[in-house]
């Protein structure tokens, strides 16, 4: 392991704590190591985990009472983050919906109000030094307090296997479940608006996910027969009601995650381009979002105009990549949230969608005339009503036609 004489002095660290066995290890790494006291903070993010046990296991670890912040954030994770991300109809290289990304600054920024709170002069956390998440964690701690000491012990120490981090909690007194004592064949992250896995069995591109790894969605092939119709409704953007009920943000997205659960919903295979540069396999699976996009964009077409609507589609992947590579707290996405938020001043009204065997289909919209801009006067072909002279496109094609004709003629 690296000399203590290399570390700064830390008396105080908040760590990012799960229960698991990583975590675990890194708390009592930090105690042994760096000879500081720890203070662990647990995000309800809606893993669907009961998160009450990390409680006793921080206490076996010596973490003072307290010191052990167990918080609720799933209101404010939907709707300060999930809900304006959808806003912008966000999918990072056209398929993934962001939804480890959206968590982290959530709780970079908890867990630097929690350190502000406490006295603590650093915080640490447990991802490692291959993938996004160390990225993400260290840019919002970093946005939120400059002068943070960040401490990131699986780019420091040398228990960089499952035996050797096993071997530690043991000499530890640090309990491991029996199925942490073999090699996990995958690992997963989880919270209200998405399940990630990777690793292990997933590591072959060619190789089919195995059944076995979906969790959160059924088999589109054994999903019910008869198709399910819901509708959403939408105010100023966002979903606040299903099936005429209103609903809390997140009691929203967890109705809508029980759903395409149901119908196999959400199911998604990528090879994506990590921001550290390599690329990896995932799976997710992402049932209430996936519902939620094609809703969103739905109510979109109806009520956004049509400059408006491209302009979004012309951002949406570089606001997409910003919240992908741990740029919340930027500048440059602070100024997109404020143009897309400006977008959907109007975007009220009614969606209906069937929901069938792995798909989620808009088959119906509707929003009072106030926010409506489509007319049907305007586009029937029964023109008796004379909302638009068919004639007048013959000098709308003419003079769109025109440099396309001067070209033709110069090139001939």
Same mark, same amino acid.
């Given at each position: 392991m690296a000399e203590k004489i290399n570390r700064p002095e830390i008396k105080k660290v908040v760590l990012a704590y799960s229960g698991g066995l990583d975590t675990s290890v890194i708390l009592k790494w930090l105690q042994v190591e760096y000879g500081c006291e720890v203070?662990?903070?647990t995000a309800d993010l809606g893993q669907g985990e009961e998160l009450e046990p990390v409680r006793g296991k921080a206490q076996m670890a010596g973490v003072k009472d307290e010191h052990i912040f167990i918080d609720d954030l799933r209101e404010e994770f939907v709707r300060d983050y999930v809900f304006p991300m959808f806003r912008a109809n966000a999918v990072y290289e056209g398929l993934y919906l962001l939804g480890t990304s959206i968590a982290r600054p959530l709780i970079s920024k908890r867990q630097i109000e929690i350190?502000?709170?406490?006295?603590?002069?650093?915080?640490?956390?447990?991802?490692?030094?291959?993938?996004?998440?160390?990225?993400?964690?260290?840019?919002?701690?970093?946005?939120?307090?400059?002068?943070?000491?960040v401490i990131a012990p699986w780019r420091e120490w040398d228990l960089t296997s499952r035996t050797r981090l096993i071997e530690f909690a043991e000499a530890?007194?640090?309990?491991?479940?029996?199925?942490? /004592? %073999?090699?996990?064949?995958?690992?997963?992250?989880?919270? &209200? *608006?998405h399940t990630s896995s990777e690793g292990k069995v !997933?590591?072959?591109?060619?190789?089919?996910?195995?059944?076995y790894v979906y969790s959160r969605t059924d088999n589109p092939e054994d999903a019910p027969d008869t198709p399910h119709y819901v509708e959403i409704d939408f105010e100023h953007g966002d979903a606040v009601a299903v099936d005429g009920e209103a609903l809390s943000p997140a009691s929203l997205l967890a109705k809508l995650n029980d759903l395409g659960k149901m119908h196999g919903i959400g199911r998604l295979d990528l090879v994506e381009n990590r921001f550290v540069g390599m690329?990896? /396999? %995932?799976?997710?699976?992402?049932?209430?979002?996936?519902? &939620? *996009?094609?809703?969103?964009?739905?109510?979109?077409? !109806?009520?956004?105009?049509?400059?408006a609507m491209h302009l979004k589609d012309e951002l949406m992947p570089r606001y997409a990549e910003l919240i992908y590579n741990g740029l919340w707290f930027s500048p440059e996405r602070e100024m997109l949230q404020a143009a897309i938020d400006h977008s959907q001043k109007d975007v009220t009204g009614t969606v209906r969608l069937k929901l069938y065997k792995g798909s989620a289909d808009v088959v119906g919209r509707k929003a009072d005339v106030a926010y409506n801009l489509y007319s049907q006067d305007v586009v029937t072909f029964e023109d008796d009503a004379g909302a638009y002279d068919q004639r007048d496109a013959e000098g709308f094609i003419k003079l769109n036609a025109l440099r396309l004709r001067l070209l033709g003629r110069r090139t001939r």
């Open positions: 203070v662990t903070f350190a502000h709170q406490v006295g603590a002069d650093a915080v640490a956390h447990g991802a490692t030094g291959k993938g996004n998440d160390q990225v993400r964690f260290e840019l919002g701690y970093y946005a939120l307090d400059p002068d943070i000491t530890h007194q640090i309990p491991v479940s029996k199925d942490k /004592r %073999g090699e996990a064949p995958f690992s997963t992250d989880a919270n &209200l *608006l !997933l590591e072959d591109p060619w190789e089919e996910t195995p059944d690329k990896s /396999r %995932g799976m997710y699976e992402t049932p209430g979002g996936t519902i &939620l *996009l094609a809703a969103h964009r739905g109510i979109e077409q !109806l009520t956004l105009d049509r400059g």
